[in-house]
């Protein structure tokens, strides 16, 4: 693991995915799994894209599409609109390419309790929702909050279907869902995934 204050294109944020979205007065805050690879980093010279005209990553092209079924408007990396969004990982350091698809437990609890759980508490706090992308985020909030961890797929459907997010308390939310794109498709497909974001809109438009 690399922390990106080691490389030459670290920003002033708690970390790469948040230099795209960081509004501390979100509605919405977002967890992913992890930011990607060292290599890809440097690459992209510390950005969440090569270029402003692709995408580095399949899950954020997807991710802004389904934001847009919410009616939540993030523009691309390299071009961000103003969005009531943050966006994190739960996991903050950058992994070497070999171990692209690697997670370990010490990694999401050091993360987690010495920055997500403080981020999500005392310095965001989003007014209505979190979300996390993936089973890996999912697990990752569940347990900073005392929760029991259901099976990934299930926990996804009972929130979705019912339109009701996991309560964590104090005033907390959650709406677990599939990692949009890539990968995510192979276990959710994007038509389901999309069903899934609708769900979430609606329930956004009960509050």
Not at 23 to 47: M, P, S, Y
Not at 157 to 163: I, L, Q, R, T
Not at 180 to 186: K, R
Request: overall charge negative; some cysteine; proline content about 6%.
């Amino acid at each position: 693991m690399t922390n990106p204050s080691d490389t030459s294109f670290d920003k002033d944020e708690i970390g790469p995915y948040s230099v795209w979205q960081h509004n501390l007065d979100a509605d919405i805050l977002i967890i992913g799994r992890d930011w990607g690879c060292i290599d890809d980093f440097v690459q992209f010279k510390g950005e969440n894209a090569p270029n402003a005209d692709g995408y580095g990553f399949p899950m954020d092209e997807w991710l802004s599409t389904y934001l847009s079924i919410v009616k939540i408007s993030i523009g691309h990396p390299l071009r961000p609109m103003n969005a009531p969004v943050f966006l994190t990982n739960a996991i903050l350091c950058l992994k070497a390419r070999s171990a692209a698809n690697l997670v370990k437990g010490d990694w999401l609890c050091n993360c987690g309790v010495n920055l997500l759980k403080p981020l999500i508490d005392d310095i965001v706090r989003p007014k209505k929702l979190v979300i996390t992308l993936g089973k890996h985020a999912y697990e990752s909030v569940m347990s900073l909050y005392g929760k029991p961890v259901e099976n990934f797929t299930a926990a996804v459907d009972n929130a979705v279907y019912s339109k009701c997010p996991i309560d964590l308390g104090n005033g907390l939310n959650l709406f677990p869902v599939f990692i949009p794109g890539g990968q995510g498709f192979i276990n959710r497909s994007s038509v389901i995934q999309e069903r899934d974001w609708r769900s979430i809109g609606q329930y956004l438009e009960t509050l």
